[in-house]
């Protein structure tokens, strides 16, 4: 089981491009969730999705959009980028029960010049 | 809103040291309370989860207790490996979302 993919892994763009980052998972898990992860910030929490076809926003939503696909996939757009939103993002997938973790995909890293 | 403390922000000991990592959080009403590591350009690796109605959880070399009453959580890590040099974030959960420390980075020298 490859467990929670992202793509791309790096990333470079100029402000004001547009960019869709992907998330997979294969453990048939109900809910996925975005961070971003930024240095003396911590991981915050972009976007969730509690099941398939529904979506919540989550500490910093300002200047992202999601998809829920299916159940496997949940992506993250970003339709105009910022110099703000250079940070590495994680995926990550879990089952929804409070006694379950989380399992974080390997991150991709955006730079916005 | 809560907010998750991780003291001290970096650690460096020489290896076979036992060391303790603390987490400290302001709200009181989670779930439960987990131990993740982060490797260096990685993504994150659950070590421990802890319910909120548990004392502790223990895995191999690694301890993590909860006083939820307090607000606060430790990792002891025991017989420490350079192996263990990653850095070690704190996080609490609330409904669908976890909350983060900004992490422990440990080096440990062999």
């Known amino acids: 089981n490859a467990g929670v993919t992202q793509t791309p892994k790096f990333q470079v763009l100029k402000t004001g491009q547009s960019m869709t980052l992907q998330c997979a998972q294969d453990m048939n898990h109900n809910s996925m969730y975005w961070y971003r992860q930024d240095p003396g910030m911590g991981l915050r929490l972009i976007y969730y999705?509690?099941?398939?076809?529904?979506?919540d926003k989550g500490e910093v939503p300002n200047g992202y959009n999601v998809s829920r696909l299916n159940k496997r996939e949940f992506s993250l757009r970003l339709e105009s980028a910022a110099p703000s939103q250079t940070s590495v993002y994680f995926c990550a997938s879990s089952s929804g029960s409070r006694t379950d973790t989380q399992y974080f995909g390997p991150g991709t890293r955006l730079t916005v010049l | 809103k809560q907010e998750v403390t991780q003291i001290p922000a970096a650690l460096s000991v020489p290896e076979g040291e036992n060391l303790v990592l603390n987490c400290s959080f302001t709200?009181?009403?989670?779930?439960?309370l987990q131990w993740f590591r982060q490797d260096p350009g990685k993504g994150l690796t659950s070590l421990l989860l802890?319910?909120?109605?548990?004392r502790e959880q223990t895995s191999g070399r690694l301890n993590a207790s909860l006083d939820k009453s307090s607000g606060r959580s430790t990792l002891y890590i025991a017989a420490s490996q350079p192996g263990d040099s990653a850095t070690y974030l704190c996080?609490?959960?609330?409904?669908?979302?976890?909350?983060f420390g900004t992490g422990t980075r440990l080096l440990v020298s062999p």
């Open positions: 996080a609490v959960s609330g409904f669908q979302k976890l909350v």
């Open positions: 999705s509690a099941s398939e076809g529904t979506t």
């Open positions: 709200d009181s009403a989670i779930y439960n």
């Open positions: 802890i319910q909120s109605s548990q």
